[in-house]
């Protein structure tokens, strides 16, 4: 799929005529329009090698995928963080991968780099890690790092597709529907964003030896028919959390986001449209994966994740087929351990974020039955 430059543009004057055009607005721009094209660039350049060097990927089968589905803000980066360390069975996506070598090619030219650095005491890591520390690591809503597993929506940056359009430009594009993906985007606009996304992942395992491919990307929610017709071998864990919980949270993440790039006169911009990406998320999981073999998808409670995350893991395994090492079953355990003592950050609550308890009870009935959730009337 090539880049859509038609809908970049869209997205450009859309967000001049929709977003307060600030100080901090311009910068993003500047930045921008710097990064980005050389970020695109370097990638398709990759691609292009890959193409003509490294034609072998192309015949690279993917067994058994593990997609981890669900709202944002469900615990699914805290539940690929604790499969990835099975490095030796999975093979996720770490930031570096996804935004500077998404191509075999720029991978081995990065490892190149990375040799020759050595040989000279490490200067080009120690300005990056130092860059990382500095700016990254100061990002609390969500944990950023260049050698951190990241969400493989990233890739779409690449062809400008999809829902991480709009952390940067956060408009709704005409024919943007991308948040209802098997049921509002065109076919022949499915088949060719599917397309570039198989092939994205058939060179990441070649690179890594054949391992399950492991994506953590909320927005993959939206599309669990069109993952099964390019990869029937797929396997799904649907995380699931409290309404009356998630979506202060998702509030509060989008907000974070939408604020770091603009300003806006709201705290909470855009609300119609998380409710209605929200609302989605949660029930069309429960709309197609009841269709599918138990091997193939496990429902998780974000509450079970929370209180049992070793347990959580083994049950996963157990259900959908996938072996459990010795070796990383202590690893498990450690970072379960570990894990305890994480920081928890402030709690808003619904009331923050202007929603009400009615409004909750109303609109997700269901969910709170079928999970048996507690509803928190008195919240705020």
């Known amino acids: ?28 721009f500047v930045w921008f329009f710097l990064l980005f ?3 695109v660039l370097n990638g398709w350049f990759g691609f292009l090698i890959d193409n003509i060097f ?3 990927y192309m015949k690279q089968k993917i067994e058994k995928p593990l997609f981890i589905i669900g709202n944002f803000r469900s615990g699914s980066t805290f539940l690929q963080r604790m499969i990835a360390l099975d490095e030796e069975q999975f093979a996720g996506m770490k930031s570096w991968e996804i935004y500077t070598a998404p191509s075999i090619a720029m991978r081995k030219c990065w490892h190149g780099l990375s040799t020759v650095d050595n040989w000279f005491g490490r200067p080009l890591k120690k300005a990056l890690f130092g860059w990382e520390k500095k700016v990254l690591k100061t990002i609390d809503k969500h944990p950023v790092g260049v050698m951190e597993y990241e969400e493989d929506e990233g890739l779409f940056l690449f062809i400008w597709a999809g829902i991480i359009r709009w952390f940067f ?18 076919n022949w606009r499915k088949r060719r964003f599917m397309k570039f996304y198989s092939r994205c992942i058939r060179r990441h395992v070649y690179y890594r030896g054949g391992r399950h491919y492991l994506s953590k990307n909320p927005t993959s929610t939206s599309k669990i028919r069109s993952i099964l017709e390019w990869m029937p071998d797929a396997r799904f864990v649907y995380l699931v959390r409290n309404p009356y919980d998630l979506l202060p949270s998702n509030f509060d993440f ?4 939408w604020h770091y790039f603009s300003d806006f006169p709201t705290a909470y911009p855009y609300s119609e449209l998380l409710l209605e990406m929200t609302r989605h998320f949660y029930e069309y999981p429960l709309q197609v994966l009841g269709n599918l073999p138990d091997s193939q998808y496990h429902i998780v409670r974000f509450d079970d994740l929370v209180r049992d995350p070793a347990g ?3 049950d996963i395994y ?15 355990e450690n970072e379960a351990l570990r894990s305890r003592s994480h920081k928890q950050h402030r709690k808003i609550t619904i009331r923050d974020i202007g929603i009400s308890p009615g409004y909750i009870r109303r609109h997700y009935r269901d969910i709170l039955r079928r999970f048996h959730f507690r509803e ?5």
Request: no cysteine; glycine share 6%.
């Open 37 to 39: 094209p050389v970020i």
């Open 169 to 186: 430009y956060p408009y709704r594009n005409n024919d943007d529907n991308y948040h209802f993906f098997d049921t509002r985007v065109s």
């Open 312 to 314: 959580t893991v083994r």
């Open 254 to 257: 989008f907000g974070f986001v």
């Open 1 to 28: 799929m090539p880049f859509n430059f038609q809908s970049f543009w869209y997205d450009v004057f859309s967000s001049l005529r929709h977003v307060p055009v600030t100080g901090k607005r311009l910068r993003f």
């Open 54 to 56: 490294y034609r072998r």
């Open 318 to 332: 157990s259900k959908l087929g996938y072996d459990l090492s010795p070796a990383y079953v202590e690893r498990l």
């Open 376 to 380: 928190k009337t008195r919240q705020g």
